[in-house]
């Protein structure tokens, strides 16, 4: 047995001990809700009271037919529907994507706890929701792998874990598919100011994303995975490097979606 593999188990362990530690408590000691402060009613894993939960506002009909960009009555419509102008226009690679819900004040602070704590039972409460949106969406739910956006490596190793990944191995055991969370890399890394225009987004994923060598997506329909869907450049760059190693389908599951990004060409 390698040297590491004993250093890994016991770093394995100590996570899970310390995931049952806190579920144990959770239980026993309702904490208030991490999103609005109000005591949580009953004991939970997920750190998010009932009625905060119920607050996201879910994208709803009527929504661009491709991206899933909300859209208002009386819209442009295709033959699938309403389309967007950057649908129209044909920007993005990915085949379809879909979002859960708008990413206001209460889902922004529900993700920051993911992505900044990975709290693992939230994380399957919004895998979960993920499953049942590609369930409604056949050209999803028929993927043959799920694969989660990934981090810069700096990013990963700053964190420890990549919040995709959890949400993305949710949705794979829900739709009983397989996952390939070395699938793609990112090569460049994010640029530091917290804040990017739109074009600073679209420059800041173009060419960022690689397959992994030695991956191969022949004819494969891949649905990916991530938090948020902002300006859609990332989806879109993941989307180039899985069809140009093969893919022949992507599509595209996020749980919280920017809804007044602006809808133009991108620069």
Request: charged share 25%; hydrophobic share 45%; glycine share 6%.
């Amino acid at each position: 047995m390698s040297k590491r593999w004993p250093g890994r188990l016991a770093r394995a362990a100590r996570v899970m001990l310390r995931e049952a530690a806190g579920g144990l408590v959770a239980l026993c000691f309702p904490d208030d809700c991490r999103v609005c402060g109000r005591a949580l009613e009953e004991p939970s894993r997920v750190p998010i009271c009932s009625v905060c939960l119920s607050s996201f506002r879910l994208i709803a009909a009527p929504f661009c037919g491709t991206c899933g960009r909300q859209m208002v009555a009386g819209a442009h419509l295709g033959a699938a529907g309403p389309v967007c102008a950057l649908c129209r226009r044909g920007v993005y690679s990915f085949q379809l994507a879909r979002s859960y819900a708008a990413y206001d004040d209460a889902l922004l602070r529900a993700i920051s706890l993911l992505k900044h704590e990975a709290i693992r039972p939230l994380a399957a409460w919004m895998g979960q929701r993920l499953a049942e949106l590609a369930r409604g969406e056949p050209a999803v739910a028929d993927a043959d792998v799920v694969v989660p956006v990934p981090l810069h490596p700096e990013r990963q190793r700053e964190r420890g874990f990549n919040q995709a990944e959890l949400l993305a191995r949710v949705v794979a055991s829900r739709l009983s598919l397989p996952i390939e969370v070395r699938a793609l890399e990112r090569r460049k890394p994010r640029p530091a100011k917290l804040k990017l225009s739109r074009h600073e987004r679209w420059e800041a994923a173009r060419g960022a994303y690689v397959a992994v060598t030695g991956r191969q997506f022949d004819n494969r329909r891949v649905l990916l995975v991530d938090d948020v869907f902002t300006t859609g450049a990332t989806l879109d760059a993941c989307a180039r490097a899985l069809q140009a190693a093969g893919a022949e389908h992507v599509t595209a599951l996020t749980v919280a979606r920017v809804v007044d990004v602006w809808a133009g060409t991108p620069p």
